[in-house]
T-cell receptor
Framework: GAGVSQSPSNKVTEKGKDVELRCDPISGHTALYWYRQSLGQGLEFLIY????????KSGLPSDRFSAERTGGSVSTLTIQRTQQEDSAVYLC?????????????FGEGSWLTVV | AQSVTQPDIHITVSEGASLELRCNYS??????LFWYVQSPGQGLQLLLKYFSGDTLVQGIKGFEAEFKRSQSSFNLRKPSVHWSDAAEYFCAVLGGSYIPTFGRGTSLIVHP
């Protein structure tokens, strides 16, 4: 597609349920990022993938959060046993091979509400 | 470590007035700096970026930003604001890694 595609755009889930959020990056982009945006907060880094390298998971807030990237393209962010504090917009972004000249492009986000 | 501070949570301006959004960064060397805009319900769009060279950077939609090393700042400016500029603005810094750090954002409100 032309841009970074995320699904679902909106998700309401009950506390304790698992959710999966999907990101389809721009074709040819090897770098993929997940950020979380809570109300009134900035963007909080979650995880970074680059090609076939091991992902940088240093931003994941707890072991309930995990992400994978299959075939170097589509990524899925999974939140297990969701809590109300997980309610946020989850933003995915991608770029060409990381370098100072490469722009990071963002998707429109997945709005997660835990009730 | 790298960090970004956007001291203003909200800024209100009248349409046609000039605008300056503040951004201060912390990083031990010269960082790479970005401004993004987020309209309601949209993703983030890059306005401009600074990597090196001329400290005054021109971006899209009539925005510009100036890198001031002595003040560790990268403020965003626009000489005349339009109602369509109402949005959330994020400053970001990229230091020693490939992972940008974002500020908390400044919400711009434009009065007619």
């Amino acid at each position: 597609g032309a841009g970074v595609s995320q699904s679902p755009s909106n998700k309401v889930t009950e506390k304790g349920k698992d959710v999966e959020l999907r990101c389809d990056p721009i074709s040819g982009h090897t770098a993929l990022y997940w950020y979380r945006q809570s109300l009134g907060q900035g963007l909080e880094f979650l995880i970074y993938f680059q090609g076939n390298s091991a992902p940088d998971k240093s931003g994941l807030p707890s072991d309930r959060f995990s992400a994978e990237r299959t075939g170097g393209s589509v990524s899925t962010l999974t939140i297990q046993r969701t809590q109300q504090e997980d309610s946020a917009v989850y933003l995915c972004a991608s770029s060409l091979e990381p370098g100072i000249g490469n722009t990071i492009y963002f998707g429109e986000g997945s709005w997660l509400t835990v009730v | 470590a790298q960090s970004v501070t956007q001291p203003d949570i909200h800024i209100t301006v009248s349409e046609g007035a000039s605008l300056e959004l503040r951004c201060n960064y912390s990083y031990g060397a010269t960082p790479y700096l970005f401004w993004y805009v987020q309209s309601p319900g949209q993703g983030l769009q890059l306005l401009l970026k600074y990597f090196s060279g001329d400290t005054l950077v021109q971006g899209i939609k009539g925005f510009e930003a100036e890198f001031k090393r002595s003040q560790s700042s990268f403020n965003l400016r626009k000489p005349s604001v339009h109602w369509s500029d109402a949005a959330e603005y994020f400053c970001a810094v990229l230091g020693g890694s490939y992972i940008p750090t974002f500020g908390r954002g400044t919400s711009l409100i434009v009065h007619p």
